[in-house]
């Protein structure tokens, strides 16, 4: 069974940093592209970044280039979100996303915005930015 779990969030002060990872178990993460995304309540979920199965390739939102890494080590089968710079609107449940499925996974980040594409998701971890 495909699995991936998220860790390193927490409570940050604004201009902090975390460092968050994505580890798979039941398959091989190098396989598949791998979206992070965030959600506050009563929100839609937002594409945060997508790394391409090799990592030859990233996608950033907008309002995280320049602040956020993401990062892999597919021999650890983990993916990592390194946010430095944190804002308060950074806030939010953070998820970690395969790119396909189990039967089609996809190694590039094509359409990495859209959240239908991705499918399997771990349960997220909760990241606070404030004072």
């Known amino acids: 069974q495909l699995q991936l779990v998220e860790s390193g969030g927490g409570l940050a002060q604004p201009g902090g940093s975390l460092r968050l990872s994505c580890v798979a178990s039941g398959f091989t993460l190098s396989s598949y592209a791998i979206g992070w995304f965030r959600q506050d309540p009563g929100k839609e979920r937002e594409a945060v970044a997508c790394?391409?199965?090799?990592?030859?390739?990233?996608n950033y939102v907008d309002s995280v280039k320049g602040r956020f890494t993401v990062s892999r080590n597919n021999a650890k089968n983990t993916v990592y979100l390194q946010m430095n710079s944190l804002k308060p609107e950074d806030t939010g449940l953070y998820f970690c996303?395969?790119?396909?499925?189990?039967?089609?996974?996809?190694?590039?980040?094509?359409?990495?915005?859209?959240?239908?594409?991705?499918?399997?998701w771990g349960q997220g971890t909760q990241v606070t930015v404030s004072s």
């Open positions: 996303a395969t790119q396909g499925t189990r039967l089609m996974p996809l190694s590039s980040c094509l359409l990495w915005h859209v959240p239908s594409e991705y499918g399997s």
């Open positions: 790394i391409t199965n090799s990592g030859g390739s990233i």
